[in-house]
């Protein structure tokens, strides 16, 4: 499969549907596994995982989640100094994991954006 030019979902979908057709009870190829991955990073695992019938986890799982989740990306919490922000009526906090995750928060006050960081990174591990 041509990574530059993958699939539509629904073009894999299809193409799911007619192995699965063909080949009941059977595994998917790992050809259908990396088109399914490569959605994913595109759609999200839980719009792909419905739209081709696999499983949530197992989808995850493909794109390397258990891995990360078990290992720290080693990245570290960096606290800035209330002088180097510039002053504002809001703060945006934008936080993004290595599969493409993002968390945008919009808050009023710096103290809210503060506190929100630092329980996001001491949950962390």
Not at 32 to 43: C, F, G, S, Y
Request: hydrophobic share 40%; net charge positive; glycine share 8%.
């Amino acid at each position: 499969m041509n990574v530059a030019k993958s699939p539509s979902l629904p073009e894999l979908r299809r193409r799911v549907l007619q192995f699965r057709g063909s080949r009941p009870r059977r595994r998917l190829p790992e050809e259908l596994w990396q088109a399914a991955v490569h959605a994913a990073r595109a759609h999200g695992v839980s719009k792909v995982s419905q739209a081709l019938g696999v499983g949530y986890y197992s989808l995850k799982e493909r794109m390397g989640g258990a891995r990360i989740a078990s290992q720290p990306a080693g990245v570290e919490f960096l606290e800035l100094p209330r002088a180097v922000l510039a002053p504002g009526p809001a703060c945006v906090l934008e936080l993004q994991d290595p599969q493409g995750t993002r968390l945008r928060a919009e808050l009023r006050d710096l103290a809210a954006a503060e506190a929100l960081a630092r329980t996001l990174w001491s949950q962390r591990g």
